[in-house]
């Protein structure tokens, strides 16, 4: 069955950075999109990112210039590389196959002083 576990979440200060991992299995991993969403307290899931197999990426607002998305198909892995995190970047982050309609047990991402 289809299984995604992420990693690399903590409590990072405002202005640092983290990477997230997340490790895919139980599918021809290659050939789907992958996606980062991200669920702050009391508010809806939201899209981070989204990389295509054609390497085409979309960023939500909010993120876009400081996020990259990035996949590594021999290891399977997709990745989230955060910079310059502000407490707004608050949340767990779940990694998610669309068109599986899969979805990881997420990593809480904790931006503080």
């Known amino acids: 069955q289809v299984q995604l576990v992420e990693s690399g979440g903590g409590l990072a200060q405002p202005g640092g950075s983290l990477r997230l991992s997340c490790a895919a299995s139980g599918f021809t991993f290659g050939i789907y999109a992958m996606a980062w969403h991200r669920q702050a307290p009391g508010k809806e899931r939201l899209a981070v990112a989204v990389l295509n197999v054609d390497g085409t990426v979309s960023y939500g607002p909010p993120v876009k210039g400081r996020f990259t998305i990035s996949r590594d198909d021999v290891k399977k892995v997709v990745y989230l590389d955060m910079t310059s995190l502000k407490p707004d970047d608050t949340a767990v982050y779940y990694c998610?196959?669309?068109?599986?309609?899969?979805w990881g047990q997420g990593t809480q991402v904790t931006v503080s002083s």
């Open positions: 998610n196959v669309p068109s599986l309609h899969a």
